[in-house]
Structure formats: C-alpha cells, structure tokens
C-alpha cells in the first residue's frame, strides 16, 4: 500500500492551496483517510479525516470553515482544500489512511511521505 502526497508550496496569507493523496492501485477502498500536519518542533497534528463509504468528515477546529476534505472513489484519491491560509499552516503534510483507534489519532496503519506547505508574506 502506497499513499503519494502532492500540492504543496509556498504562498502568501489568505491564499489557497490543493493538496491531493494518491493511493496506489493495489489498495481496496480504505476505511477513512486522513491528513495530518507537522510544525518544525511541534508534534503532528490532526487536520481532517474522511469516511470512505458516506463522505462523513471531521476536521480540527483550527482549520473549520476554511479546509474541506474530500474523495473521488474513481481515482483512489483524498483531498484537502486549503482556503484562507494562515502562517500558522505552514508544515509538513501527511495523509493517511486505515486508522486503529479514533479517527483524530495518529495510529493509523499507512501514511504518505508528506508535502511541505509553506505561508508566509
């Protein structure tokens, strides 16, 4: 199993990116998917979740109302919306897929390599 992470960069305060998490072929239809971040010196952190079957989500009350996770079946890929970006996003980004306990955890059994989101003026 393979999650490949792509669509970070560098932008200014209130702009957007569009991060995308591939799975690889071989995958059958993953539980929930996750995106998860990591500040230098900060421990990683819980950003959004998506339940494969309904589209149910969850997302951490830092970015409500300005991140929007989201999945196309057809192409086994996740997606987070980021909208309104802080200097307070800037990190590292990883998705992940299969979580052992709760959906906010960090236990979850696969992870993709992570992309670097940098904001700042």
């Known amino acids: 199993v393979q999650l490949q992470a792509s669509g970070g960069g560098s932008v200014q305060p209130g702009e957007s990116l569009r991060l995308s998490c591939a799975a690889s072929?071989?995958?059958?239809?993953?539980?929930?998917m996750g995106w998860f971040r990591q500040a230098p010196g900060k421990e990683r952190e819980f950003v959004a979740a998506?339940?494969?079957?309904?589209?149910?989500?969850v997302y951490a009350d830092s970015v409500k109302g300005r991140f929007t996770i989201s999945r196309d079946n057809a192409k086994n890929t996740v997606y987070l919306q980021m909208n309104s970006l802080k200097t307070e996003d800037t990190a590292v980004y990883y998705c992940?897929?299969?979580?052992?306990?709760?959906?906010?955890?960090?236990?979850?059994?696969?992870w993709g390599q992570g992309t670097q989101v940098t904001v700042s003026s």
């Open positions: 992940a897929a299969d979580p052992r306990t709760g959906w906010t955890t960090v236990y979850y059994n696969y």
């Open positions: 998506i339940r494969w079957s309904d589209g149910s989500t």
């Open positions: 072929r071989r995958t059958v239809s993953f539980h929930i």
